[in-house]
């Protein structure tokens, strides 16, 4: 597909500035980034391929695609596309100063990647063998065009290869090095902050079971950090968690544990330099699923700032879909978390970056791993919605003539505004009756998987 709805050149009917122009007239370096994917950055067909012909959520039309939708493709072949031929490119340039990859820089999708029979190698031969070629790719692609890189993840057990579960704690823990110093050493110069360690924490705030915790014991955490470090001085390093977002709420105990986890470190002078705050919010949750306030946000990211520690929000998107059928409702839902809660986020001096978890409702894993839905800003056309603008909107605080806070100084401390409405009265869905509730301790017990995989709202 090939129609840009003829308006602009990112590909839509926009207008206005451009959130990486905003950011640039920022009073302080913010980073503005998106998760990236190899196929639509490099491959046009794969782009228009994952088009659809039906909307079910917002009323907003996919434009049909020209193949199979949402095909099987392969990778793309890196000698087939010049630079910036895909909508998907030209957005993300144009729109962001910073990408961090999606998927291709696990510890797995690096093995993986490796041509033959795998099962045939011992892992200790296995573990050598990386392919950095889609993440060089596309790290190049992005500096060539003035953005930052972000590294994610170093360690997390869900995307570890599987070989490492067969080995003895001392191969796993020389394995877990080898990978850091291959990985942060490749990557030197050109990826200047790592996502070190994510999602260690279950949902009491206690560390989550993983095979890393199994074999090497809480320590393994610290390690990490201390390999990264040493394997990159000048590099930045963040730990990453989610539904740690605010500070109170249905998940006071894991973002208290978040805290602890990360002071701890730092009281210990593990060398860690940021937090990572997912910001995966579902307008419509409840209980655990419930989108944390303005003032919780800011509360949290002002208690991580007072360690010494720089704050990020990592993986931000914002799902409509539990919200009642009403687009009125969702959009002034998506708007106002969007809007909000970054402009919150930016009041804290800590606070130094923004990833979203996608940018355009094309490409969102959440239609793969939950159901369908929209929650980025752009949607599958690439044009701004209007949680775009809200998002520009808060940037704008930070820029010439804006407030910190802007026009929602009042939310950020108290979450009522000068007539005592309460931010989210309009679109937060109220608790479930008691006995049909969630149950938190009881869900979250002996399910060590992390949040998003257990499939809680
Ligand atoms: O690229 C391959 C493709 O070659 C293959 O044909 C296809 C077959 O299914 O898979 C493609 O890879 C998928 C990849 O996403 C890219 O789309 C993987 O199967 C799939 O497992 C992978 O999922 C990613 C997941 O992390 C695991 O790495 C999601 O995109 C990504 O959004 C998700 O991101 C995580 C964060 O890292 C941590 N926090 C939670 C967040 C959401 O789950």
Same mark, same amino acid.
């Given at each position: ?394 940037? %704008?605080? #930070? ?7 802007? @026009?929602? *100084? $009042?939310?950020? !401390?108290? &979450?009522?505004?000068? +007539?005592?409405?309460?931010? %989210?009265? #309009? ?7 008691? @006995?049909? *509730? $969630?149950?938190? !301790?009881? &869900?979250?017990?002996? +399910? ?10």
């Amino acid at each position: 597909m090939t129609d840009d709805g003829g308006a602009s050149p990112q590909g839509g009917t926009n207008d206005g500035p451009t959130l990486r122009e905003v950011a640039n007239r920022c009073c302080k370096r913010i980073d503005v980034g998106a998760a990236v994917l190899p196929r639509p950055l490099f491959d046009a067909d794969y782009d228009d391929a994952c088009g659809r012909g039906e909307a079910k959520i917002a009323g907003a039309t996919i434009e049909p695609a020209s193949g199979d939708a949402a095909a099987e493709c392969p990778l793309p072949d890196p000698s087939a596309s010049g630079p910036n031929t895909t909508r998907y490119a030209r957005t993300l340039s144009s729109e962001f100063n910073s990408v961090v990859i999606e998927h291709h820089l696990k510890w797995a999708p690096l093995c993986h990647s490796e041509p033959g029979p795998l099962e045939d190698l011992r892992p200790s031969e296995r573990v050598g063998r990386y392919d950095f070629h889609h993440c060089d790719r596309m790290v190049d692609w992005a500096l060539e065009r003035g953005m930052r890189v972000k590294g994610h993840v170093l360690c997390w057990h869900v995307t570890t290869p599987s070989f490492v579960d067969k080995m003895s704690p001392g191969e796993v823990r020389e394995q877990l090095r080898r990978h850091i110093f291959t990985t942060v050493g490749h990557f030197r110069g050109r990826i200047h902050m790592w996502d070190v360690v994510n999602e260690s924490l279950a949902p009491d705030g206690s560390l989550a079971d993983s095979v890393f915790l199994r074999k090497l014991g809480p320590s393994y955490i610290e390690d990490c950090f201390r390999w990264a470090h040493e394997a990159d001085p000048g590099a930045t390093l963040i730990y990453n968690d989610n539904k740690v977002e605010g500070m109170g709420g249905a998940n006071a105990v894991k973002s208290d544990g978040f805290y602890r986890l990360l002071k701890d470190l730092k009281d210990r002078g593990v060398p860690v330099h940021g937090a990572g705050l997912q910001g995966h919010f579902s307008a419509g949750g409840t209980g655990r699923g419930r989108c944390p306030t303005p003032s919780m946000v800011r509360n949290q990211i002002r208690r991580l700032g007072q360690l010494g520690l720089k704050v990020n929000l990592s993986e931000l998107d914002v799902r409509i879909s539990k919200l009642p059928p009403d687009s009125d409702l969702r959009r002034s839902a998506q708007v106002a978390i969007y809007r909000d809660l970054v402009a919150a986020a930016l009041a804290e001096p800590a606070f130094d970056g923004i990833w979203l978890w996608g940018f355009t409702d094309r490409h969102t894993w959440v239609r793969h791993f939950y159901y369908e839905d929209e929650p980025l800003i752009l949607d599958g056309n690439y044009r701004r919605k209007p949680c775009y603008y809200g998002l520009r909107e808060a940037l %704008g605080t #930070l820029g010439p003539g804006g407030t910190v806070g802007g @026009e929602l *100084g $009042p939310f950020l !401390e108290s &979450d009522r505004d000068a +007539d005592g409405t309460s931010w %989210g009265s #309009l679109w937060m869905q109220p608790e479930p009756e008691p @006995e049909a *509730g $969630p149950k938190i !301790e009881a &869900d979250s017990a002996g +399910d060590s998987r992390p949040d998003w995989e257990q499939g809680r709202e």
